[in-house]
């Protein structure tokens, strides 16, 4: 793939959130496949998609004059269902490429949405917000902080925030 099919895919995310509206909290395209964080509003997951992936696999398969289908299997869907797991979730979709060996940190991916959480870099089609919220003050940073931990290290929610136990213990004083 070339930076301009990322681009295109971008693009008709794009489209797709004007055609059918739904929010999107984090992504990272991959060679042969992508990564979505969605919140859907009234249309069905499976006609977002259906819509989505139908677009990009016409405009590949013309440029590259293939057939078929492009990414190599149907989405998959889970149901995010409590803060932690919608952070776990933004963490692993950014860190797809460190783990694929593709970059040595989730900055220099360019095809995610982890600058827009950790540089506060404008994306109209991220919306940062939500998850941010769940981190104190300056939540960018912690963000960053919380994405070079291990995914099993501990956290606890204070106040409806996000703590790493060290951070905690820096913020409430020496034990």
Not at 13 to 34: A, D, Q, R
Not at 78 to 97: F, R, T, W
Not at 100 to 124: G, L, Q
Request: proline share 7%; net charge neutral; with cysteine.
């Amino acid at each position: 793939m070339e930076e301009g099919d990322f681009e295109r895919y971008l693009s008709f995310i794009g489209e797709t959130k004007s055609k059918y509206p739904f929010t999107l909290y984090s992504y990272c395209l991959m060679t042969n496949h992508t990564h979505q964080q969605i919140e859907i509003h009234e249309t069905p997951l499976s006609l977002i998609m259906k819509h989505l992936n139908t677009k990009y696999a016409k405009y590949f398969n013309k440029k590259y004059s293939y057939s078929g289908h492009v990414f190599e299997k149907r989405y998959g869907a889970e149901l995010l269902n409590s803060p932690e797991y919608d952070i776990d979730v933004s963490k692993y979709i950014h860190l797809n490429p460190v783990a694929a060996r593709m970059v040595t940190a989730p900055e220099d991916y360019p095809w995610s949405s982890y600058r827009v959480y950790a540089f506060n870099e404008k994306n109209p089609l991220v919306d940062s917000n939500p998850i941010l919220s769940y981190f104190p003050e300056p939540p960018s940073a912690n963000y960053q902080q919380y994405m070079y931990t291990r995914i099993s290290d501990k956290f606890i929610w204070k106040d409806g925030k996000l703590y790493m136990e060290e951070m905690v213990r820096l913020s409430c004083g020496p034990k």
